[in-house]
């Protein structure tokens, strides 16, 4: 099994507002970068649309090593949230809805396809690929604006 290390990132001007994505996928020394925005949208749709268009784009199962800055995305999936919330029929433990289950259903689907690893990274901090996807995630919103 190929193993792939994936950085993604979400970008919002406003929340809601226009909002872009970027991804950078690594197999040896391979690297390829994705990106994509919305017109209307919020930053938590836009990580999650990172992940999902970055595992989307794997061709086959996969190792994956997956580092965002994003708690939101990384806490649902490492502390089993996000599967909660679909057992529950998209309801959070506190009896409200859980925002946004069209994405994670999505993404749970890609991550019982491939194995995902994940990993925390704190944002516009040293990290150069997070950087590097938080610029295409900002140049994607501002093309929207």
Known sequence: MKIVTI???????????????GAILRYGEHTRELSGGEKQTTNNRMEL????RALEALKEPCQVELYSDSKYVIDALEKGWARGWRARGWVKSDKKPALNPDLWERLLELCEY???????????????????????????WQKLK
């Open 49 to 52: 649309t990172g992940v999902i």
């Open 7 to 21: 950085y993604t990132d979400g970008a919002c001007s406003g929340n809601p507002g226009p909002g872009g994505w």
């Open 114 to 140: 491939h194995r995902v690893n994940t990993h925390w990274v704190k944002g516009h901090a040293d990290n150069p690929y997070n950087n590097r996807c938080d610029q295409l995630a900002v140049e994607q």
